[in-house]
């Protein structure tokens, strides 16, 4: 607590007294810059805007791929989601498992137009078949306007993480890592930006430095030099970051001796798997870098917000080689901090803000930062309706949020949810739900991917084995089944019966979530279950927290309706010392 009052205090200080931060040689910010579920970060900084732009990766979430943007490389609002209409690609429906989707972005602008370059991943698929990797371009000229983003325009590559790069004459090249029927590496090849037309084949310029998957490319003019930049290790405890260099784009590319320019491998620093990076200078030239993080330390064991954008800051002497500021921590020392200057535009809400007690009003579209996995069934979320004004009405899919086999979810899945940004928070709504069928059921989530969730919710089972006479039951369940919170359900007291509820999810201490509900007129809630925070730490994503409705299968189409929704972030933990809680 005390740290961050002391960064907000020089923080404040900074931007009210213009000047000062130029005079000053150092500032100190807290990393994670973009906590929660927002991996594989690519950052550029606009210099006529005096703005930085963020893309993340999204796999199965939708909206997705959400662009941030920062003056001061402190205070981050959303922009939008460049992927927010079902027709840019409707084959993110399809995918197959929770590691599936969009992965690893790279956001740039070039004369005018911003380019979006990713890749749709069928991560199920066998490695060798071509249908696995889907490389797509979108492109804006207003990043400000969601909808203006274009649909995705494919080009042919049997690989991910693609990243486009400008030569000096104008030529447009794609580098990607891995394709399989060639060797691994990072490949490049010139392509139609507009049109996605491959203009040569794919030339390997450089493998890495023998560590296992050489991906998240990016390349870099400089001093006459071609940089190319790359992740090494995989993304977990062995990430690392590594760049080599040519005179010719083509190659032979040499690698830095130095290499790896950043990881924090090996250490016992809280924020670890640091790499997949990005480099760009602010409006005094000075250098800095993101990369994805996850706050698990080495024993890495409980991880829910998953993999986090990182900043540190770096040097790039001409002719010399970057050298990125290890290791990342919490709270660092950089460059000063640029002035935040005129305000940002637009109007989402901040990376790390709360939700307070949103409401569902007539006509208000949800809000940009709430998040379906895969396309949502549009017909089942009802803004408003006319006997529950100010309520969110959502009606049961058949598939529960486990779905057909933990990975597939054919015709979608009832859930709107927003991402965990803190590592203590509390998230509260009030749901008025009377099941009337067997088995269909509503309430709250706790949702990494389809098979590593917690739920809790409201359903109509038998009063007893024996019996037929169906009653209300609180149900909890978790994927995959754990011996530490094993499912159950319980009939709900008379007192809480045929009255509106509050449900809540909270992250009690850095390990554990506990699940209650109470009557949303009374004060005191009642926690049912708690649950470690070992089954939604796993894969590629971050824990989103939520409310679904479902039939499960079975015959139920009631309606439940959900409002007063409230997100509240309790502190962040920013080091491996328990002390260290900061609100
Ligand atoms: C945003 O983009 C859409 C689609 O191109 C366009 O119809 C709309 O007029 C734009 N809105 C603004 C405010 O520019
Ligand atoms: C890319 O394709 C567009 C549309 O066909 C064309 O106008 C443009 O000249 C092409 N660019 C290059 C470099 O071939
Ligand atoms: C790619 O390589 C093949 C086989 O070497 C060659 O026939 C083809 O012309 C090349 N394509 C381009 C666009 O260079
Ligand atoms: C971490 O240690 C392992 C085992 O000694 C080694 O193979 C690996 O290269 C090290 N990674 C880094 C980034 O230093
Ligand atoms: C905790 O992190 C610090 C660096 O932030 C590191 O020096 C220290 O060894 C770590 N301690 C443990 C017990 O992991
Ligand atoms: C990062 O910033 C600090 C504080 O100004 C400075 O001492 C350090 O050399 C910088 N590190 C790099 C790699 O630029
Ligand atoms: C949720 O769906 C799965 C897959 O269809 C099914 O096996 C499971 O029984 C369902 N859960 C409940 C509580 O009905
Ligand atoms: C009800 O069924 C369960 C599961 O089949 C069984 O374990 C339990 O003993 C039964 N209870 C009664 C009261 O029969
Ligand atoms: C975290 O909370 C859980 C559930 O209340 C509890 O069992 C556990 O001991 C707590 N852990 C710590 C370190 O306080
Ligand atoms: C829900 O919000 C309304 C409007 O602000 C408020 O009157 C009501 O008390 C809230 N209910 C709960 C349980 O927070
Ligand atoms: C659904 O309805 C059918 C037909 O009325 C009935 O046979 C079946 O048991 C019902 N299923 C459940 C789960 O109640």
């Given at each position: 607590?005390?740290?961050?009052?002391?960064?907000?205090?020089?923080?404040?200080?900074?931007?009210?007294?213009?000047?000062?931060?130029?005079?000053?040689?150092?500032?100190?910010?807290?990393?994670?810059?973009?906590?929660?579920?927002?991996?594989?970060?690519?950052?550029?900084?606009?210099?006529?805007?005096?703005?930085?732009?963020?893309?993340?990766?999204?796999?199965?979430?939708?909206?997705?791929?959400?662009?941030?943007?920062?003056?001061?490389?402190?205070?981050?609002?959303?922009?939008?989601?460049?992927?927010?209409?079902?027709?840019?690609?409707?084959?993110?429906?399809?995918?197959?498992?929770?590691?599936?989707?969009?992965?690893?972005?790279?956001?740039?602008?070039?004369?005018?137009?911003?380019?979006?370059?990713?890749?749709?991943?069928?991560?199920?698929?066998?490695?060798?078949?071509?249908?696995?990797?889907?490389?797509?371009?979108?492109?804006?000229?207003?990043?400000?306007?969601?909808?203006?983003?274009?649909?995705?325009?494919?080009?042919?590559?049997?690989?991910?993480?693609?990243?486009?790069?400008?030569?000096?004459?104008?030529?447009?090249?794609?580098?990607?890592?891995?394709?399989?029927?060639?060797?691994?590496?990072?490949?490049?090849?010139?392509?139609?930006?507009?049109?996605?037309?491959?203009?040569?084949?794919?030339?390997?310029?450089?493998?890495?430095?023998?560590?296992?998957?050489?991906?998240?490319?990016?390349?870099?003019?400089?001093?006459?030099?071609?940089?190319?930049?790359?992740?090494?290790?995989?993304?977990g405890l062995g990430h690392m970051e590594?760049?080599?260099?040519?005179?010719?784009?083509?190659?032979?590319?040499?690698?830095?001796?130095?290499?790896?320019?950043?990881?924090?491998?090996?250490?016992?620093?809280?924020?670890?798997?640091?790499?997949?990076?990005?480099?760009?200078?602010?409006?005094?030239?000075?250098?800095?870098?993101?990369?994805?993080?996850?706050?698990?330390?080495?024993?890495?064991?409980?991880?829910?917000?998953?993999?986090?954008?990182?900043?540190?800051?770096?040097?790039?002497?001409?002719?010399?080689?970057?050298?990125?500021?290890?290791?990342?921590?919490?709270?660092?020392?950089?460059?000063?901090?640029?002035?935040?200057?005129?305000?940002?535009?637009?109007?989402?809400?901040?990376?790390?803000?709360?939700?307070?007690?949103?409401?569902?009003?007539?006509?208000?579209?949800?809000?940009?930062?709430?998040?379906?996995?895969?396309?949502?069934?549009?017909?089942?979320?009802?803004?408003?309706?006319?006997?529950?004004?100010?309520?969110?009405?959502?009606?049961?899919?058949?598939?529960?949020?486990?779905?057909?086999?933990?990975?597939?979810?054919?015709?979608?899945?009832?859930?709107?949810?927003?991402r965990q940004v803190d590592t203590l928070?509390?998230?509260?709504?009030?749901?008025?739900?009377?099941?009337?069928?067997?088995?269909?059921?509503?309430?709250?989530?706790?949702?990494?991917?389809?098979?590593?969730?917690?739920?809790?919710?409201?359903?109509?089972?038998?009063?007893?084995?024996?019996?037929?006479?169906?009653t209300p039951h609180f149900r909890f369940?978790?994927?995959?089944?754990?011996?530490?919170?094993?499912?159950?359900?319980?009939?709900?007291?008379?007192?809480?019966?045929?009255?509106?509820?509050?449900?809540?999810?909270?992250?009690?201490?850095?390990?554990?979530?506990?699940?209650?509900?109470?009557?949303?007129?009374?004060?005191?809630?009642?926690?049912?279950?708690?649950?470690?925070?070992?089954?939604?730490?796993?894969?590629?994503?971050?824990?989103?927290?939520?409310?679904?409705?479902?039939?499960?299968?079975?015959?139920?189409?009631?309606?439940?309706?959900?409002?007063?929704?409230?997100?509240?972030?309790?502190?962040?933990?920013?080091?491996?010392?328990?002390?260290?809680?900061?609100?």
């Open positions: 607590m005390l740290t961050q009052t002391l960064t907000l205090g020089s923080l404040l200080l900074v931007s009210s007294l213009p000047g000062l931060a130029s005079a000053r040689k150092s500032s100190q910010f807290s990393n994670p810059i973009l906590p929660g579920f927002h991996p594989d970060p690519s950052c550029t900084f606009i210099s006529e805007e005096e703005t930085f732009y963020c893309a993340s990766s999204s796999f199965n979430a939708f909206p997705g791929i959400p662009i941030h943007a920062s003056k001061d490389l402190t205070t981050w609002r959303l922009v939008g989601n460049v992927l927010n209409r079902e027709s840019q690609l409707p084959e993110l429906a399809v995918s197959v498992g929770g590691t599936s989707g969009i992965w690893a972005p790279t956001l740039r602008l070039r004369d005018g137009t911003w380019y979006l370059v990713t890749t749709m991943v069928h991560d199920k698929k066998a490695a060798d078949d071509p249908t696995r990797w889907r490389n797509i371009i979108f492109t804006t000229q207003d990043i400000w306007n969601e909808s203006s983003w274009s649909d995705a325009v494919h080009f042919d590559f049997e690989g991910y993480d693609t990243s486009p790069f400008w030569d000096d004459d104008g030529t447009s090249y794609m580098v990607g890592s891995h394709a399989y029927k060639v060797e691994p590496g990072n490949h490049l090849a010139k392509v139609n930006l507009t049109t996605g037309e491959l203009q040569s084949n794919w030339t390997n310029l450089w493998a890495g430095t023998g560590g296992l998957a050489p991906e998240g490319p990016h390349l870099y003019r400089k001093d006459g030099y071609y940089y190319l930049m790359i992740a090494e290790g995989g993304t590594t760049i080599a260099r040519s005179r010719n784009l083509y190659g032979p590319y040499k690698p830095n001796p130095a290499n790896p320019i950043l990881t924090n491998a090996n250490t016992t620093e809280y924020f670890q798997t640091i790499g997949h990076a990005d480099l760009f200078q602010d409006a005094r030239g000075k250098w800095w870098s993101v990369a994805l993080s996850t706050r698990g330390g080495p024993a890495f064991k409980v991880y829910p917000m998953g993999r986090e954008t990182v900043l540190t800051n770096a040097t790039w002497d001409k002719g010399a080689w970057p050298v990125i500021h290890n290791p990342v921590r919490g709270v660092m020392t950089g460059w000063p901090l640029p002035e935040s200057g005129q305000n940002l535009p637009g109007d989402g809400p901040l990376v790390d803000q709360g939700d307070d007690n949103l409401r569902f009003p007539h006509g208000c579209p949800l809000p940009p930062h709430f998040l379906h996995w895969r396309l949502p069934i549009k017909e089942n979320y009802i803004v408003s309706p006319p006997d529950h004004s100010n309520y969110l009405g959502l009606k049961p899919s058949k598939l529960n949020l486990t779905g057909v086999d933990g990975n597939s979810a054919p015709g979608g899945q009832t859930f709107v949810g927003r928070f509390m998230y509260r709504v009030v749901v008025d739900y009377t099941p009337k069928e067997a088995q269909e059921e509503a309430g709250v989530a706790l949702f990494l991917t389809q098979n590593h969730h917690v739920r809790l919710g409201l359903t109509l089972l038998a009063a007893s084995n024996t019996s037929t006479n169906l369940t978790t994927e995959p089944y754990s011996s530490a919170a094993p499912p159950f359900s319980v009939p709900v007291p008379a007192s809480l019966q045929n009255t509106r509820l509050t449900m809540e999810i909270k992250a009690v201490n850095e390990s554990h979530f506990s699940f209650a509900a109470g009557r949303a007129d009374g004060e005191e809630l009642t926690v049912l279950a708690h649950a470690p925070g070992e089954i939604v730490s796993w894969g590629f994503t971050g824990t989103l927290v939520g409310v679904y409705a479902t039939s499960n299968g079975g015959n139920g189409t009631e309606t439940a309706y959900v409002s007063n929704w409230t997100y509240q972030g309790e502190g962040q933990i920013r080091s491996n010392s328990s002390s260290a809680i900061h609100s």
